[in-house]
């Protein structure tokens, strides 16, 4: 089937930093998506991207679907404590509901 | 409005044993579906639902069933729990915006530990 490497696996950084994450699949998709995951919570919906080339904003979030619809970006800019937890991208191809998480981005935030 | 609904949120059960996880939404979404989530392997599709009476196999469906009798409801029912179901699984469910698919909306989770 079709996979996603997301990448870090993990990361920590300083409070105020800007952080960098991306995802890559095998195969291309239609449809980018980011969640957060917070602990014992369910993921939730941060960008939706359905264009290639579009570039979203979400407050301090930004993302990017790639140009050869294969890849997507997150970043986050002067990250605070609250934006630690697990960051997801996920991928739909096809006209179908099914998507295709990424293994996730655990972020960790120094004060 | 609740959105999408879990229970139980904390489930022991000893191998063999059989139970249901119970999923509900409010929001009249077509699609619905269950997931689970093991450390390093992200979320992987158990099974999937495009509207009542009808239900489909996800990436990881062997040793779980599903039914959908109303647009609401969408139960996971393991048969005979093993030690490699220990898990969290989210339900979620998705609304269609003109000519898109929408967003996936997650519940909360079910931590399930089979002993």
């Known amino acids: 089937g079709q996979q996603l490497n997301q990448s870090p696996q993990s990361m920590f950084i300083q409070e105020g930093e800007d952080v960098s994450m991306n995802c890559t699949s095998s195969?291309?998709?239609?449809?980018w998506l980011w969640y957060k995951q917070d602990p014992g919570e369910g993921p939730v919906l941060l960008i939706a991207?359905?264009?290639?080339?579009e570039l979203t904003s979400n407050g301090r979030l930004t993302a990017q679907f790639g140009i050869t619809r294969k890849d997507s970006f997150l970043n986050i800019s002067a990250s605070i404590p609250s934006d630690v937890g697990i960051y997801f991208c996920?991928?739909?191809?096809?006209?179908?509901?099914?998507?295709?998480f990424g293994t996730g981005t655990q972020l960790k935030v120094e004060l | 409005n609740a959105g999408v609904t879990q229970t139980p949120k904390f489930q022991v059960l000893k191998t063999g044993q059989s139970m249901t996880l119970q999923c509900a939404q409010d929001?009249?979404?077509?699609?619905m579906s269950w997931y689970r989530q093991d450390p390093g392997m992200g979320l992987r599709l158990i099974h999937y639902?495009?509207?009542?009476?009808?239900?489909d196999q996800g990436e990881v469906p062997n040793g779980y069933n599903v039914s959908r009798s109303t647009t609401e409801d969408f139960p996971l029912r393991l048969l005979s729990a093993a030690p490699s179901q220990t898990s969290v699984y989210f339900c979620?469910?998705?609304?269609?915006?003109?000519?898109?698919?929408?967003?996936?909306?997650f519940g909360e989770g079910s931590r399930l530990t089979v002993l």
């Open positions: 996920a991928g739909r191809a096809g006209g179908g509901n099914k998507l295709t």
């Open positions: 195969s291309i998709f239609n449809t």
């Open positions: 991207l359905y264009k290639a080339g």
């Open positions: 929001m009249n979404h077509e699609y």
């Open positions: 639902s495009v509207g009542a009476g009808i239900t």
């Open positions: 979620a469910s998705i609304r269609r915006q003109g000519g898109y698919t929408g967003e996936l909306f």
